[in-house]
Structure formats: C-alpha cells, structure tokens
C-alpha cells in the first residue's frame, strides 16, 4: 500500500487475524457487529486505504451492518397528501439499503395507533431497529418507548420521553417566516395550524409568537386557526375570522396551499390582498399560483442522521445521539407582497 497501511498492521494492532480484518472491512459473515465497527474505526484511524483505490482521496470506510430496519409512519401522513414524508421514507431506505440494511415498511393505521397495536415486524421480531417518520400519539409512543430495540424519531419528538430524534428547526423556521413578513412591512400576521397536532407544527407556532413579541406586534387568538382535525386529518372547510390579518404563516406548504384557494374562492387576491407563507418547500409550494414562500427542509440532510444515529445505535446498543435539529433555510417566491414602502 502507498500509505504503508495494511491489514496486517491493523490485525495486529487489535490482536485478531487478517482474515478477520479482511471480513469486516468487505462486510462479510463471521464478525460481530461490535469488533466490526472497532475494526472500520480503527482503519480509518490509521488511513489504510483498500487496494482498489485509484485516487488520491482517503474513501471512508463503511460498516456493512448487515441487518434490519423498520420504518412505521401514521396512515394520516400517507395517500395523496403523503408526498413530504414518502420522499423522507425513500431517502432514509435507500441510504439503509447502502449499508446492506433491509428495511420494512409498514403504515400504521388509526385504530392500531389508538389501541395500540404494534406493526408485526415488532410483536414477531423481524427487525433490529425502527425509525418513525411522522408524528403519533403520546400512548403509541409510550408503547414503543417499552421494545427493546434501537428506536429514533424522525421530524417530532415527545419531551416526556429520552427517545433519539432527528427534527427540522422548526421553530427558528416559524420565527424566519414571520419576521421575513415584518421585514416586508406586515404588522397584522396570523397563524394556521392546529397547535397541539404534531411538535413540528408547536414549534413553528412558538417562533411566530417570538417575533411578534420581539417587534411588539399584536398576538391575537382568533388569527391562530386550526388545520386539521383530532387525527391529524386536513379540514375540508377553512374559516377564516371576520377580521383578517394582512399576511398569514402556515405550517406545512399544503396547508398554504390551500389558504391561498380558500381566498381565491371568496375573491381574495394572493399577494396583493393577503401574503401567504408556507413550510418545507415541497412541490406543492412550486405548483400554486402564486408559487410560495416557505422555509425548505433539508430531507437528506435529515435521513442522512437518522441512518447515521441508526448505524451506530445498531452496532452499539448504548448508543445515544439525543436530539438533533437541522436546519432550513428561507427560500423567497411570489406569494408576499412588500408593503414596507407604501
């Protein structure tokens, strides 16, 4: 090797054989997960580069796990209105699947999570792991919290209970929103979402209170209004208050989606009547006329923790990452009008 890194030199190091080094490093059979991983950390110590490297760049090393991974989302974030978390749920199984980790998939259905009753791949042990993608209910998650496998959250978290988490900066997000509103000049500023529906949606709610504490704007009850029903479900009708904000924040990009409509069809003018702002910068965001401010997700930044918290977590059962925020970032489109300068 050019670096003068071999196997040998790692075998030796750690007391094992070549052989042993050589099946780690591959990601065959025939080595626990826990001397796999010393062995991987211990190469990439040392800077041992495989013999089929032709550049000049050190490649990481990664364990092939070898294992087992479920991932259960709520039936409410599927469908037709599921776009945001299927392509969460793509990115977090194919970067498993890098690792050599099957994953099995499975919607939890309402009545599961309210009884509940956990998806099969737990009850009959087919996995080593799960990753939720969605928010659920406090007493489906006081179920999980009890399974003895590695388990992490993915964009919510529940504050009653030490469960690994990887979440969206939710609430710097709901703050960049609404004080990207006041730049433009509006004081009267509503929110739509239903508070307590999912952490994500009460920490967007608290950074637009904080703004508008911050700049000393008026907090009005009958301007946060709700979006969706007990379970989560979207309303079919929107209400709107007798007196209305000049701007409104709303959680997610569907839900200013469908503001934007409910205005249009009481003759209401996006932007020029009422600004719109939405969250995560999905396709629906892009779609609407008029196209929406938002804040944007960063999905793979996302999956790419909650892969990297589980591949550690599976070969290290102490293992914990806590909770981990990624942040967005404000992405500026044509449904705010700039009043500042009226």
Known sequence: MKNGIKMLDIATKLGVSVVTVSNALAGRDGVSEQMRKKICDTAEEMGYKPSNTKSGKKKPIVPKLGKSVGIITSERFVGAR????????????????????????????????KNGVLPNMISEKKVDGIIVIGQICRDYIHKLSQIDLPLIFVDFYDNRYEIDSVNSDSYH???????YLVRCGHRKIGFFGSLNATSSINDRFLGYVKCLMENELEYRQDWTIPDRTERSLLLDKIDFPDEMPSAFVCNSDETAFRVISALKSKGVRVPEDISVVGYDNY?????????????????????????????????????????????????????VLDISKD
């Open 283 to 335: 396709t629906v965001s892009s779609i609407c006329i008029p196209t929406i401010t938002t804040v944007e997700v960063d999905l793979e930044k996302m999956a790419s923790e909650a892969v990297k918290i589980m591949a550690k977590k599976l070969s290290d059962p102490t293992y914990s990452a806590g909770r981990r925020i990624i942040s967005g970032r404000l992405i500026v489109k044509n449904s």
């Open 173 to 179: 997000g709901g703050y960049i929103l609404t004080d």
């Open 82 to 113: 599921g776009t945001f978390y299927w392509e969460l749920t793509a990115n977090t199984s194919n970067k498993l699947s890098a690792m050599n980790v099957l994953t099995v998939y499975e919607c939890i259905t309402a009545d599961s999570e």
